[in-house]
């Protein structure tokens, strides 16, 4: 295949845009070769600039479960746009996709809106922190919260992509609130709360991990955060920003049936618009300002086109009662695929799943944690990646992250995807 024109749009971009891009794991840094640029996306496709059609396992990192420009979402954006994008008052919309969150996702009774998945984080420590009057927060090595400061303290994805997962700027003040514990470890975790009695505010962590690669949560694991954070009066906050609506209707709480004091949203719940999401009890919900003191706000929160695509997004996944059902089908197909292959050409590796969340790890080692997610094997991936871009496949371009399966996908995709596999895994 050609970039030529990606090539140079990339060129171009770098001279105004740190990078050339607007996110950092867009950048083909780690795996090298230059970014391609989407021109445009139906489906389970995507169509780039030289002309190319690219089978996308991407899907814009979660949100296009339905495949991209999913009809209902793109009429309902267009009809909205016409009446005016942004008020800065209440709508009867907001209403309407907060009730039926709240009706879709276990243990929540209140919700709201923010614009991505780092305001949905940011604000849930905030409100724990300001609901328990206490300062630290432990997170798990290798996930990923989003950017803003407390979470840059051995952050998954694009930061230890790219060798920076305690990023600069992040002032000590702030690190030393943030306690490190490793994924699947209750240990560590309870020596954390016997070391800072009284003193924990939450505990924060993606339920299913998705920025280290996958990593499923091992058995017991969070059934155990939930007992450690009610003897200890500290809140769990579930980061269901890649999970919230892809692994359940009502996520990995109704997955794996464990109640999260807090949940944050993001990816799915927006259509592919910039929305993410909070929500908990009305107790705790209620800290929020104007009806609470934990200040919390956003010009552009709420806004109309991106709740008139999240609606329609909900209601779709709300309406069909298969869907979940055939993502597991799919990704379990594929899943199966790639093992037999792999195992046929004799490449070590690692294959994480949970429901449409899955990931390669070219280690035969089981990865269980961001320790054992960093033993994988980079010049494979590498080679794997291109070879699969070459021939029209597009995962993510790190061995840290995870592959989101979308609906849009027919078994002929799933077939051309393992075609393509097989090709190249006898290059590794
Ligand atoms: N939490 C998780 C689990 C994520 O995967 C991400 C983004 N990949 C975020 C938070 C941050 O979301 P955003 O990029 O929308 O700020």
Redesign the pocket.
Known sequence: MLYQRSSRLFAEAEQVIPGGVN?P?RAFKAVGGTPVFIKEAKGAYLYDEDGNKLIDYINS??PMILGHAYEPVVNAVIERAKKGTSFGTPTALETEIAALAVSMVPNIDKIRFVN??????MSAVRLARGYTSREKIIKFAG?????SDSFLIQAG?GAVTFGTPNSPGVTQGTAKDTLLAQYNNLENVKALFAANPDEIAAIII?PVA??MGCIPPAEGFLEGLREVCTANGALLIF?????GFRLAKGGAQELFNIKADIV?F??VIGGGL?V?AFAASGKIMDYLAPSGPVYQAGTLSGNPLAMAAGLEMLKALNSDTKIFERLEEKTAYLEKGIHKILLEEEVSHTINRVGSMISVHFDKKPVTDFATAGNGNNDTFKKFFHGLLDNGVYIAPSAYETWFITDALTYEDLDYTLNAIKKVAGTL
């Open positions: 996110s794991v990192w979660g991505s998945g780092t305001e949905a984080c996930c990923y919260h989003g950017h994805s993606e998705g920025n980061d269901e920003v890649m999970t944050t993001g990816k910039p993410g």
